[in-house]
């Protein structure tokens, strides 16, 4: 038994609070701060519905309740949104069907604003530190939703790599985005080399062109003690 936020009434924006964050945040670093936010099909998917008739609709106003928030960042100064999506490795055909195009209304009127414009979509961690027997998402989500996204508005792509790898194959169906590379494991304590981290960025570079690939964990690092973290 759980107990899940209830949406009884149309969505809509309200008081905006992640610029003011963010702001707070950007003060203490020298480098650009990213926002990411969770997204309109994986918010659907993760509460209970009690008003709308059917996802695509509850997406559309999450969307655009989104959109306002993310607005409202790109007024105060941040250049790099990032909206998580990870359902869409689990749902690749509602994805197809109608969860990019929500994510797309995420960044409505900010097509030609200096903001980088980012989508994670990973497969799935335990709950804990180094257990091995957990679900994941389809090991072929990602070419199924490769072109689309690819067509779509965004600028960066989030895929993981680490805990799973993939056919490499799968980075020529990006012909013009870039793609975050999961390189490092975050819900295992064992720390990746230099070497096996330089391999696989040797072995992706035959499939994609380096100004469009960038490396990265596999996803937050929320599992790891700070030290671990560090390391990694």
């Known amino acids: 038994e759980c107990y899940l936020p209830t949406i009884i009434n ?10 003011n964050e963010w702001l707070t945040a950007q ?9 990411t936010l969770p997204g309109p099909m994986t918010i659907t998917d993760t509460i209970a519905n009690d008003y709308y008739t059917s996802n695509n609709q509850l997406g559309n106003d999450l ?8 607005k409202r960042l790109v007024e ?3 250049k790099y949104i990032q909206v998580d999506e990870p359902l869409f490795a689990r749902k690749p055909h509602e994805a197809i069907d109608y969860g990019i195009l929500n994510l797309e209304k995420c960044f409505d009127g900010i097509e030609n604003a200096n903001v980088e414009k980012i989508t994670h979509i990973c497969c799935g961690y ?25 067509d779509s508005i965004l600028d960066t792509i989030s895929i993981e790599d680490a805990h799973r790898h993939n056919d490499l194959n799968l980075l ?9 590379l999961g390189l490092i494991k975050i819900a295992s304590s064992v720390e990746e080399t230099i070497n096996e981290i330089q391999m696989r960025v040797d072995q992706a570079l035959n499939h994609i062109d380096p100004n469009r690939l960038i490396a990265a ?3 937050g690092l929320g599992h790891l003690p700070r030290n671990l973290a560090k390391k990694k």
């Open 10 to 19: 149309k969505v809509e924006a309200k008081d905006s609070f992640l610029a």
């Open 27 to 35: 003060k203490l670093s020298s480098k650009p701060v990213k926002v």
């Open 63 to 70: 969307a655009y309740a989104i959109n306002a928030e993310i």
């Open 76 to 78: 105060a100064g941040c």
């Open 126 to 150: 335990p709950d804990k530190l180094d257990a091995v027997d957990y679900p994941k998402a389809p090991l072929n989500s990602y070419h199924k939703i490769a072109k689309i996204l690819d």
């Open 172 to 180: 020529e169906k990006f012909k013009k985005t870039k793609i975050i």
């Open 217 to 219: 964990p596999d996803c």
